[in-house]
Structures are given as structure tokens and as C-alpha cells.
């Protein structure tokens, strides 16, 4: 390299540095993150793409966060207004894209000739149901468990629900009395009729080679659809999916990426994802994601089926406000709107913070897969 072409390089980058540095937004960005190291000691959050233990490294990275967060929200294929045909044909192109960069295309173009091997290890009576733990291969080199919980009597088959914890959660968190914001919605699905299965997807490593840790623990919500479709118990027509937070999102990944999904109900979580970067662990983003869509756009996949997201006014206001959900909402009834439903994308705001609010999930579910 000349003498001439390197200098011009290091001013190049001198440029970029300092600009990001002069950028009051990073610069706060930064300090908030380097301050908030020690509250992100939780194991689960080991995941997130800037970990900034030394201020060096993560004013480094700090450089890298911003220069890609500003080059990635592109959003190529944003949804707008269209006839419906025009409008499944972008859903399909958006589900192929996404699939394709979630690392997914040829698990789900293989899903009906991968066994699921099923083995139920535990069996427990609780009052008015039945709660297992069942084994079942996820792929051909994984197996996962689920929990599994029907009515006691059964007696015609039942609609079911994919519930999906929050971060730090498992799948037992939706039967605990301790975990007070998920308001046992487990336990009253079941008893309101419904047949509820649920994953451990909090994991924030990749499990197997030339995976992708979004695609990994949306593929074993997946396999959840396609193992409940194979229940007698169940009715294939009528199943919905449902979450808390990071499962608020999982549900929304579930719905917009499985047309088997008939209602979803996905609380604490609308927002865009300009407000994603601030102040979250980052396990959500993956390589690609922000070039194609925002949030808006993943759950204008799930149109027209019924979609009630919930979202608190005790929220905290730097997380997944009711100003921010509304904004999202407007930009989600673009395409109900083209497919003359714009009355199946609701929004549930609710008096709670990071929450369930569960009697309008209940309500929702009950009414939108009845028979
Ligand atoms: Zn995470």
C-alpha cells in the first residue's frame, strides 16, 4: 500500500471514530452500557454482541454497534399498502428471505421426515390436568423436552396453545405461582379447555453446526406445532401461540413464520427496533435482519389471522412503551387493512407493566379458536 493510500485510510477511519464519539446518542449509549455491566451478570445474557468488560474493547465496539446499526436499518422490504394476492406474494418473499438467514430453509422444506421419537419421562396430576414432560427429536441430531399440559377428561378434540416464557424463564414458568407476571396462564388455559405445550428456549448459544440462534429456538416452536398436530387430543385447525417478553417475541417469530398458528397473542413486546438497540440484550438480531424488515413488518406476516398484541402503561418508559406499540400498531394495519380485516390486529393496552394481562388473552384465544 502507498503512503498516500494509507494515510488516507487511517483519516477515513479517524473520520468514522470521532464522529461515532461525537454522536451524543453513542456516547450516552456507551457509558450506560459500560455502567450496567455488572446488572447484566445474569448467565442468560451472556449472548448479547457487545459484553463491554474493558472500556477500550468496548469503545471499539461501541464503533462497530453504531456504524452497523446505522447501515443495517435499511429495511428493503418493508410492507406497503397492495391488493391481498400482491400481499401474500410479499409475505411468501419475506418468509423465504427471513428462513434463509435464520438458517431454517431446508428444516422446514424436511420437517415431516424427521421422527419425533416421543417419550413422555414424567407424568404429574395436578388439579384438574395433566402436566408431562415429554422428549421429542427437534432434528435429526436433537432432542429437546417439552412440557405438556391437557384437561383431565377430554372428550372432543381441544384447541392448543404454544406458550412461550420470557427471558430467564422455562417451561415450567407458566404453572408457577412465583412467576407473578405470567399470571399462571399455563394453568388457566388448561382449565379454560385448552391443551398448552411449551419449550426451553432461552438458551443463547447455538446448539449445532451452521445453526442460528434465533432459527434454533423458532424451529423447536415449530416442531411444538407440528408434534401437537399429531395428538389426538388436539384439533390441527385450532392452534394459537402466546408469550411474555422475549416469548412475546418468540410468538410473534412463531406466528409470522408457521401459517399453522390460527391466534396469537404476543404481550410486553411491540416496539420497533430502533428502541431495541438501546437497551436490550441483543440475542434478538441476527446477520441480515435489519437490512430487510422491522418488527412491524415480521408481524404483518401473520395477516389476516387474529393478532392481539398487550402491552402495559407501567411499562418502563425505556422499554416496550404504550407510545411505541401504537406507532407499531398503525404500521401492522397497513396490511390487515389491505386484507379488509384491519380489525383482527388489536391492541390490548393494559394498566400493568412488563406483564400478562390475562384476561383479555384468555378472551382473545377462547373466542378466536372456538369452533
Ligand atoms: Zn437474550
Redesign the pocket.
Known amino acids: 500500500m502507498g503512503n498516500r493510500t494509507a494515510r488516507v485510510a487511517i483519516a477515513f477511519i479517524m473520520m468514522i471514530s470521532i464522529r461515532c464519539f461525537l454522536c451524543p446518542a453513542h456516547v450516552k449509549q456507551y457509558f450506560r452500557e459500560v455502567s450496567r455491566e455488572a446488572a447484566w451478570s445474569d448467565s442468560?445474557?451472556y449472548?448479547?454482541q457487545f459484553t463491554m468488560r474493558f472500556p477500550l474493547t468496548g469503545a471499539f465496539q461501541l464503533i462497530h454497534h453504531a456504524s452497523t446499526a446505522e447501515a443495517g436499518a435499511v429495511r428493503t422490504m418493508r410492507y406497503t399498502p397492495r391488493s391481498p394476492d400482491a400481499a401474500r406474494v410479499w409475505q411468501q418473499a419475506v418468509r423465504n428471505e427471513l428462513f434463509e438467514h435464520l438458517r431454517l430453509a431446508e428444516l422446514v422444506q424436511s420437517r415431516e421426515s424427521i421422527p419425533f421419537e416421543a417419550r413422555v419421562t414424567k407424568t404429574e396430576k395436578r388439579d384438574g390436568f395433566v402436566l408431562k414432560d415429554i422428549q421429542l427429536r427437534s432434528t435429526r441430531g436433537r432432542l429437546i423436552t417439552v412440557a405438556l399440559a391437557e384437561p383431565g377428561r377430554i372428550e372432543h378434540a381441544l384447541p392448543a396453545v404454544v406458550c412461550v416464557h420470557g427471558?430467564g424463564g422455562n417451561r415450567f414458568t407458566p404453572f408457577d405461582p412465583g412467576a407473578r407476571e405470567y399470571k399462571l396462564c399455563g394453568t388457566k388455559l388448561v382449565r379454560n379447555g385448552f391443551v398448552v405445550i411449551w419449550a426451553d428456549i432461552?438458551q443463547?448459544e447455538v446448539y449445532e453446526k451452521g445453526r442460528a440462534l434465533m432459527g434454533e429456538r423458532l424451529w423447536d416452536l415449530m416442531r411444538c406445532v407440528s408434534y401437537l398436530e399429531t395428538l389426538p387430543a388436539v384439533d390441527a385447525k385450532r392452534i394459537g401461540c402466546a408469550g411474555l417478553s422475549?416469548g412475546g417475541e418468540m410468538a410473534m417469530w412463531l406466528a409470522a413464520m408457521d401459517e399453522r398458528i390460527e391466534a396469537t397473542v404476543s404481550a410486553g413486546f411491540l416496539t420497533l427496533m430502533d428502541q431495541m438497540e438501546q437497551n436490550?440484550?441483543?440475542?434478538?438480531k441476527f446477520d441480515g435482519l435489519r437490512q430487510l424488515v422491522d418488527f412491524p413488518d415480521i408481524y404483518s406476516l401473520v395477516a389476516p389471522r387474529p393478532l392481539q398484541c398487550q402491552n402495559g402503561l407501567k411499562e418502563d418508559s425505556t422499554q416496550f412503551t404504550v407510545p411505541l406499540a401504537r406507532k407499531a400498531m398503525e404500521q401492522i394495519h397497513v396490511i390487515y387493512r389491505d386484507f379488509g380485516v384491519v380489525q383482527n390486529a388489536v391492541l390490548e393496552v393494559h394498566d400493568g407493566g412488563h406483564e400478562i394481562a390475562l384476561e383479555p388473552l384468555l378472551t382473545f384465544l377462547s373466542e378466536r379458536l372456538a369452533k
Not at 436490550?280 to 434478538?284: K, V
Request: with cysteine; hydrophobic share 40%.
Open positions: 442468560a445474557f449472548g448479547r427471558h432461552g443463547h422475549f436490550h440484550c441483543m440475542c434478538w
